[in-house]
């Protein structure tokens, strides 16, 4: 890891008066591509931030909230996640695959961390509370195999079946989010499918 640089370190604002000049920028028919913005972002424009923040913040949001419902969690994630752009905004590759998607996919690497880093407090709260009622062996074993079962296919996987199942996209809407054939969708729903049949099919009965 290399030393952050002082743009990277700096903390720009989100939404209120820089969200509202980025709104002014927009209406004023100064719009720019994602990619320019991400651009001038890594050259330290906080603008920039905050024209793509207004732009996609609701969608990213969404993506979230598929994943840990409408929480103050949720909001931490997306706040993250944007300062997180910040910072690898000179990391980007437009040839990778538009910036909502970039957003999006760091939205629910996050989102998915969080839902780990909660399931292991409650399960050492339970466990040091000799006190509190125990979850069913049924119940404990199911939320533990379901992260083991989704940590066993691949990221590209594990994203298509966020995205049909949390979010309810259609294998077409999943195609034109993630910038891939309709064909690779349902190749990478299989796969996935496959794997976690297979998990399932392994644990005890």
């Given amino acids: 890891m290399g030393t952050l640089t002082a743009r990277q370190t ?6 209120g008066q820089l ?5 002014q920028e927009e209406t004023a028919g100064n719009a720019t591509t994602d990619a320019e913005l991400v651009r001038r972002m890594a050259t330290g424009d906080q603008l920039a931030l905050a024209v793509l923040y207004e732009r996609h913040a609701s969608a ?12 103050a969690q949720a909001q931490d994630v997306l706040q993250d996640l944007f300062m997180e752009a910040w910072r690898a905004a000179g990391q980007y590759d437009s040839k ?3 910036v909502v998607a970039w957003l999006k996919v760091r939205a629910r690497s996050r989102a998915l961390d969080k839902l780990r880093a909660a399931r292991r407090h409650v399960q050492l709260e339970l466990k040091d509370d000799e006190s ?3 979850p069913s062996s049924e119940r404990r074993a199911a ?14 996987e594990r994203e298509v079946l966020i995205l049909g199942y949390c979010e309810g996209l259609t294998c ?9 054939p ?4 349902k190749s990478r729903t299989r796969t996935a499918i496959a794997k976690l049949r297979a998990f399932w099919e392994g644990q005890p009965q």
């Fill in 143 to 156: 939320s533990m195999n379901l992260f083991e079962a989704l940590e066993g296919v691949s990221e590209q």
């Fill in 172 to 180: 077409g809407e999943m195609a034109e989010e993630l910038g891939i």
């Fill in 182 to 185: 309709v064909g690779t969708v």
């Fill in 132 to 134: 509190a009622p125990a």
């Fill in 10 to 15: 700096a903390v720009p604002q989100l939404g």
């Fill in 60 to 71: 990213v949001m969404k993506s979230v909230i598929a994943i840990l419902g409408p929480t």
């Fill in 96 to 98: 990778r695959g538009a």
């Fill in 19 to 23: 969200g509202g000049v980025g709104a």
